[in-house]
């Protein structure tokens, strides 16, 4: 194995433990670590992809499956994968699925977001939300996304970003460097999980290059919106439609 191989399998080992063990805890801290804003930033997606009815997704890293349940709502009919490589994420979301009957609209998969076990132009849409910052090799998993979904179909990254205005930008980072693991370990008796969450957001690229690194793979009509002064960001793009 060479020295990229394992940095990589002992980034995957680790963020596979942290998610195992902060998942019955998971959506009461999302809920608190954004303020309830990732609701309205869900919302705020879900509008720009404009889903119709029996349209088809993907979702990766689905966690405990709150945007694969909204896709399988709001297209009625079309079948939902919802991935993700967390066996007890995957067990939360479940149960969710099976409260709103929807266990014949929306499989569960458990995988990895870097080889995805699905053929190639398959899916409308292919999404990921707070994940991608946390995958060894984001170009790969968003690769892979735009391999799976169909000639015209939308890659969709939700994920936390990087404000660029002071001061809110310098209270934004002491918020997620000093505060947010002490409320990890208060209320999720975790401290070292929540701790790399500011770690993760750390080395990942801010919205611009984000949306460059989409154009980079050949993924067309681009759009990146920054959510919230800048600390979440929703981007877009299109596969290329060769036939249109």
């Not at 490589?85 to 995957?90: D, E, H, I, V």
């Not at 998969?109 to 990921?128: C, H, K, S, W």
């Not at 015209?152 to 980072?173: A, D, H, N, R």
């Not at 959510?227 to 249109?244: D, Q, S, Y």
Request: proline share 5%; glycine share 8%.
């Amino acid at each position: 194995m060479s020295e990229r191989d394992a940095k990589t399998e002992n980034k995957y080992s680790h963020v596979q433990s942290v998610f195992e063990s902060i998942a019955p805890k998971y959506d009461v801290m999302n809920d608190i670590i954004s303020f309830r804003r990732h609701k309205a930033w869900r919302k705020f997606t879900m509008k720009k992809m404009a889903m119709k009815p029996g349209d088809t997704a993907v979702d990766l890293c689905c966690g405990t499956c709150d945007w694969t349940l909204s896709m399988a709502e709001a297209s009625g009919t079309g079948q939902m994968v919802g991935l993700d490589f967390s066996p007890n994420m995957l067990k939360v979301g479940m149960d969710k699925i099976k409260a709103r009957h929807l266990e014949d609209q929306i499989t569960l998969v458990q995988g990895d977001a870097m080889n995805l076990p699905f053929e190639d132009n398959r899916f409308d849409y292919a999404t990921i939300g707070f994940g991608l910052r946390n995958v060894p090799d984001l170009v790969q998993v968003l690769k892979e996304m735009q391999r799976v979904v169909k000639p015209g179909g939308m890659v969709v990254c939700l994920e936390v970003s990087k404000p660029t205005w002071q001061p809110f930008k310098g209270i934004y980072y002491s918020y997620f460097k000093y505060i947010l693991p002490g409320l990890g370990k208060v209320l999720a008796k975790r401290y070292e999980q929540y701790k790399w969450l500011p770690e993760s957001l750390a080395l990942f690229p801010g919205r611009e290059e984000l949306a460059s690194i989409f154009r980079s793979i050949g993924l067309q009509n681009v759009e990146a919106y920054p959510l919230t002064g800048g600390v979440a960001a929703l981007h877009i793009g299109i596969k290329e439609n060769r036939h249109v």
